[in-house]
């Protein structure tokens, strides 16, 4: 849907499905948070508040979260998660959330991880304890992350 509140629906000429295509006016204002913000962290949290953060994330009907507690349950390995935040949405100058990203190990790949993002209250991100108080640390957690959102693969020495 346009600003008018229009859609479009067509017939994709490469698989002839029915394809529509919806504009969507936004009112919030996406922003990167990067290791030399105030409000950039890196924590530690238990599956529990995991399990937390997906219920009030389902519950405020954000987009950025499993499908459900039970799709969370099937992917992710109970036990300690770690969390970096990756940008803050504003509305009227306002932080209405974090889009954070974890790292988790996967259910039934013993040893395989999977990285994901969720949005994230920002009075409970704010509540999370900090592993990157130390600049140096900070710097190392964020390269980690940033490795393992392009993917890590084991490799044979030459």
């Known amino acids: 849907m346009n600003s008018e509140g229009e859609s479009r629906t067509g017939v ?4 002839r499905q029915s394809v529509s295509m919806f504009w969507v006016r936004i009112d919030a204002r996406m922003s990167v948070v ?5 409000d950039f ?4 949290i238990g599956f529990d508040a995991l399990l937390e953060i997906q219920r009030e994330a389902e519950e405020r009907g954000w987009a950025t979260r ?11 390995k109970e036990g300690s998660v770690v969390l970096q935040s990756l940008m803050r949405e504003e509305r009227g100058g306002v932080v209405r959330a974090y ?5 988790f190990s996967t259910v039934g ?10 949005d994230i209250d920002p009075a409970r991100y704010e509540s999370l304890e ?8 900070r710097k190392a957690l ?13 490799v044979a020495k030459k």
């Open 12 to 15: 994709s000429t490469q698989t």
């Open 34 to 38: 990067r290791a030399t913000d105030s």
């Open 41 to 44: 962290r890196v924590c530690q």
């Open 66 to 76: 499993w499908t459900s507690v039970d799709a969370l349950r099937s992917q992710v």
């Open 99 to 103: 889009r954070c990203l974890l790292l």
């Open 109 to 118: 790949d013993e040893g395989a991880g999977g990285v994901a993002a969720i």
């Open 130 to 137: 900090r592993l990157d108080r130390d600049s140096d640390v």
């Open 142 to 154: 964020a390269r980690m992350f940033s490795l393992a959102m392009g993917g890590i693969s084991m």
